[in-house]
């Protein structure tokens, strides 16, 4: 049975949905200060959470047997992914489900300040009829600037468009083709900001973002210009910002997020022309559903091992299509499992190949495997598709990973050399008709080896008799052998023998082994 706690508050329909799931059970509980937190976690499998709680490292490092921390929402400024990652927990979101809220809000906004809506209200219902005081401004034939063009910010440019605005964007991250589609100019930043009459934020926040709006890029705006954020409040300098509103050199400003929340001695609060709501971006009620149900669909499929949607911190793209990788990875993990028992001395670097079909869909998930297989003997914390390459990396273990062409005798081919300070062996494998994982190279010899089980390698000279000595050292040890694949490159030079063995091997049989004087080198491992 799995187990999920909530910790922030979630739609009825998704709380729905895991009452109906007979393999799961779960608590809700959302007022857990964080050291009640910290009690709790180790006894879940999965966290959801929304943006009320914080999923520092400490939380991911006690939830012993965490494997998916799932956000009711977008952003995840506060979750630790890479605590997560090192940790192997998945970290997923809900990208899809309150786009389209988000960018109604943005409109909203951006409507109710240009039109005075907050303070006309207030004022009216003070008793007053002050028409002349909220006189507004029109949004048609504006231009407005959006920082930020992922799928909230193409959502807004859409409205905008529709009520006649002109489209200006900046995004690094989105090629020019994108916007040209739209009708949309993307330019960069320092283009953007004379020209906007109207700003709006939907960036994350990363060290590159945050105060993005300050005292130097509002000095680049339009005099007059309009500002909306219902991204995320560290985008902005605050105090920055209410600077300009005083001195009039940005118009009006609505905000619906803030650096700390609930805001407490923000100078926005203070500030004249500033329209705010408590971020209420994402809370209607079909973004709400939306979220809620999704994002227990996706953590049960997690727990599940039947795919892991919108996860964050995949090496590789992870929807339900990982299906068809899993038999290769198999054979990947085993790779790397022997390339870790056949290496004498710390691997250094690891290049992973996969030649043949789907070659480019396999070789970042197969080569996460090899890595998993490589590390998880020698290290003490559990290793998974998700922190391998993390692991790897704080090892200073270089990796790469190339894809190929289809090699001639097999329809796709998985490569994997490993070198350390002095060596290197490279492992090559296949799948076979039956779907078994087979190796069928090491090194320069041609094999066909059953990766299976507990595997004993041993390195001889080709002497006649090596075979005999060893057998008989097996039978000594009573040691059934499911197996024994004998290779050599030529006739007098070095043969090694790959043996599946039908258990693990018996007090003193490696050493007995050794004693063989044509024996020179044995490697074990558990596949
Ligand atoms: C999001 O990131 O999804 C929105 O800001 C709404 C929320 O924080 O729940």
Redesign the pocket.
């Known amino acids: 049975m799995f187990r999920i706690l909530i910790t922030d508050k979630l739609g009825d329909a998704g709380l729905q949905r895991l009452e109906e799931a007979e393999d799961a059970a779960y608590e809700m509980n959302t007022d857990l200060s964080r050291e009640e937190l910290l009690e709790v976690i180790p006894g879940y499998d999965a966290l959801i959470v929304?943006?009320g709680t914080k999923v520092d490292a400490g939380v991911l490092e006690a939830g012993e047997r965490l494997q998916v921390v799932g956000?009711?929402?977008?952003?995840v400024d506060n979750i630790d992914v890479r605590a997560a990652t090192r940790r192997g927990i998945v970290v997923m979101?809900?990208p899809h489900a309150?786009a389209v809220a988000?960018a109604e809000q943005t409109m909203t906004l951006m409507l109710a300040l240009s039109r005075h809506t907050a303070p006309a209200h207030a004022s009216l219902k003070a008793g007053e009829w002050r028409r002349s005081d909220f006189v507004g401004v029109e949004l048609y034939d504006k231009i407005l600037g959006i920082i930020g063009f992922g799928r909230i910010g193409r959502l807004v440019a859409q409205r905008a468009q529709a009520f006649g605005m002109d489209v200006l964007a900046y995004d690094p991250y989105v090629p020019e083709e994108v916007g040209q589609e739209m009708g949309v100019s993307l330019v960069p930043l320092e283009e953007l900001l004379p020209q906007a009459d109207y700003l709006t934020l939907h960036s994350v926040v990363t060290p590159e973002t945050e105060k993005m709006i300050n005292a130097g890029t509002i000095a680049q705006m339009k005099e007059g210009v309009r500002l909306v954020n219902?991204?995320?409040g560290k985008l902005i300098d605050e105090q920055a910002l209410a600077d300009a509103l005083q001195s009039g050199a940005v118009a009006g400003a609505a905000v619906d997020?803030y650096s700390q929340e609930p805001p407490q001695d923000n100078p926005m609060l203070q500030a004249p022309k500033v329209l705010h709501t408590p971020?209420l971006?994402?809370?209607t009620i079909e973004a709400q559903r939306a979220?809620a149900t999704e994002i227990v669909a996706q953590v049960l499929d997690a727990l599940r091992g039947g795919g892991f949607r919108n996860a964050l911190n995949m090496p590789f793209p992870a929807g339900p299509e990982v299906a068809a990788a899993r038999p290769f990875m198999e054979l990947g993990e085993k790779m790397g499992a022997l390339l870790d028992a056949l290496a004498p001395d710390s691997i250094r670097q690891v290049e992973v190949t996969v030649e043949g079909d789907q070659a480019d869909d396999l070789v970042r998930p197969v080569a996460a495997a090899v890595l998993k297989g490589i590390l998880q003997r020698s290290l003490s914390v559990p290793v998974n598709d998700i922190n391998a390459h993390l692991l790897a990396e704080d090892r200073d273990i270089t990796v790469s990973q190339t894809a190929g062409l289809a090699p001639a005798d097999y329809p796709t081919l998985v490569s994997s050399r490993a070198r350390w300070e002095g060596g290197q062996h490279t492992l090559t494998g296949a799948l076979f008709g039956d779907g078994r994982p087979r190796i069928v190279q090491i090194d320069d010899a041609q094999v066909n080896a059953s990766p299976e089980g507990t595997v004993l390698i041993i390195r001889s000279d080709d002497t006649p008799d090596v075979l005999g000595q060893v057998g008989t050292v097996f039978a000594a040890y009573d040691v059934g052998i499911a197996a024994w694949h004998m290779e050599r490159k030529e006739p007098g030079k070095e043969a090694f023998s790959f043996v599946n063995l039908d258990g693990v091997p018996p007090e003193g049989l490696l050493q007995a082994l050794e004693k063989i004087p044509a024996v020179t080198a044995l490697n074990v491992a558990a596949l």
Request: avoid cysteine; aromatic fraction near 0%.
């Open positions: 929304r943006s956000r009711a929402g977008i952003g979101n809900t309150n988000t219902v991204a995320r997020v971020h971006g994402a809370s979220v």
